[in-house]
């Protein structure tokens, strides 16, 4: 279910956002289809709790240099560069369950920028 979910969300060039620390398959997948991983940040001193504010710069870093590579296109959802964030919850490797607040803060950010979650 994974690879397939992966599949119909990645091509060359996109981005998933992935945890650090985070299980590896999710790397192998996404350079499998030419896209790339970037990965946030957990924050151990928060239960490993995802840096959101991490994870939002990424997402602006990311979509500010697409819409610079691809200033001659219409900037879309085909061309956007980060496809989807993955949430691990139960996290593998760190064993952390995010509390409700935490996933609906997750959830405003995805939604913030229009971004599936996969988890």
């Given at each position: 279910?994974?690879?397939?979910?992966?599949?119909?969300?990645?091509?060359?060039?996109?981005?998933?956002?992935?945890?650090?620390?985070?299980?590896?398959?999710?790397?192998?997948?996404?350079?499998?289809?030419?896209?790339?991983?970037?990965?946030?940040d957990l924050l151990p001193q928060s239960g490993w709790e995802c840096d959101l504010n991490h994870m939002e710069s990424i997402i602006l870093?990311?979509?500010?240099?697409?819409?610079?590579?691809?200033?001659?296109?219409?900037?879309?959802?085909?061309?956007?560069?980060?496809?989807?964030?993955?949430?691990?919850?139960?996290?593998?490797?760190?064993?952390?369950?995010?509390?409700?607040?935490?996933?609906?803060?997750?959830?405003?950010?995805?939604?913030?920028?229009?971004?599936?979650?996969?988890?």
């Open positions: 279910a994974l690879e397939l979910a992966l599949t119909a969300l990645l091509d060359e060039d996109s981005v998933l956002l992935v945890p650090r620390p985070g299980f590896p398959l999710y790397q192998v997948i996404a350079e499998s289809h030419g896209a790339r991983v970037v990965h946030y870093h990311e979509e500010e240099e697409a819409m610079r590579k691809n200033c001659e296109k219409k900037y879309d959802a085909k061309n956007r560069a980060v496809r989807a964030i993955l949430i691990n919850n139960p996290s593998n490797p760190t064993g952390a369950v995010y509390s409700e607040s935490h996933l609906m803060d997750i959830i405003r950010v995805a939604a913030r920028h229009r971004l599936p979650i996969i988890s």
